[in-house]
């Protein structure tokens, strides 16, 4: 149980564009979900923690107007990244907390955006 | 939040156990020691957690000393697909409580 999905798992754009990403919990509906981002060889980074219904809270340091998230239904949210340039090239990782659960993070399996 | 300090890497053999260490002096007395790690190209992976005693489960065991300013975390038979990053970090029980990744240990595992 408590699976997280990520689509897609990996997406090319030309710079410019927007792209969106979806993270899903597949079994379980997710009080919290949370996007991290993971440049080559570094660590992983928070972004921004999102409630479902309400506006997500960004980490400082992340641009909220750049990188839209929308948390619309207890298993879905979603990460877009608008007017994207080669430097938001990364692996976008999310993970959701199990609602009435055990405070667990539950990890998808990451989304690698290359930017062109 | 509690830092930890663990070491950059190490190498261990194919059918032995791995220790690894994780140093977290200024933890609190609420907050759980977790180990996650990550396998290149992945999300990131739960393997165990603990309070205050020892815990085993099907994939490793978590030693923390009494006065809880470090743990071990033993897998006790290594594989190639062991092959990973492993963070140790602290944190609070909560449902929206924001993970701090350090840099962690990259553990390779070796024929």
């Known amino acids: 149980g408590a699976v997280v999905s990520q689509h897609p798992s990996w997406v090319i754009c030309k710079s410019g564009t927007s792209v969106k990403i979806e993270c899903r919990s597949l079994?379980?509906?997710?009080?919290?979900m949370f996007w991290y981002r993971q440049f080559p060889k570094q660590s992983l980074m928070l972004m921004a923690t999102s409630n479902e219904g309400s506006k997500a809270t960004y980490e400082q340091g992340v641009e909220k107007d750049k990188f839209l998230i929308n948390h619309a239904s207890l298993t879905l949210s979603t990460l877009t990244v608008t007017s994207a340039h080669p430097e938001d090239s990364s692996f976008y990782i999310c993970?959701?907390?199990?609602?009435?659960?055990?405070?667990?993070?539950?990890f998808g399996p990451g989304t690698r955006l290359t930017v062109t | 939040d509690a830092k930890t300090t663990q070491p950059t890497s190490m190498d261990c053999a194919e059918g032995r156990a791995a220790n690894l260490p994780c140093n977290h002096s200024t933890i609190s007395g609420n907050e759980y020691v977790y180990w996650y790690r990550q396998i290149h190209s992945q999300g990131p992976q739960y393997i165990i957690h603990g309070l205050k005693n020892n815990e085993t489960n099907e994939m490793a065991s978590l030693i923390i000393t009494e006065d809880r300013k470090s743990s071990t975390l033993i897998l006790p038979h290594a594989t190639l697909r062991d092959t990973a990053v492993y963070y140790c970090i602290v944190r609070f029980r909560s449902n929206d409580y924001k993970l701090s990744f350090g840099a962690g240990t990259t553990v390779t595992v070796r024929a």
């Open positions: 079994d379980f509906q997710a009080t919290t």
């Open positions: 993970s959701a907390t199990y609602l009435g659960g055990d405070y667990e993070q539950y």
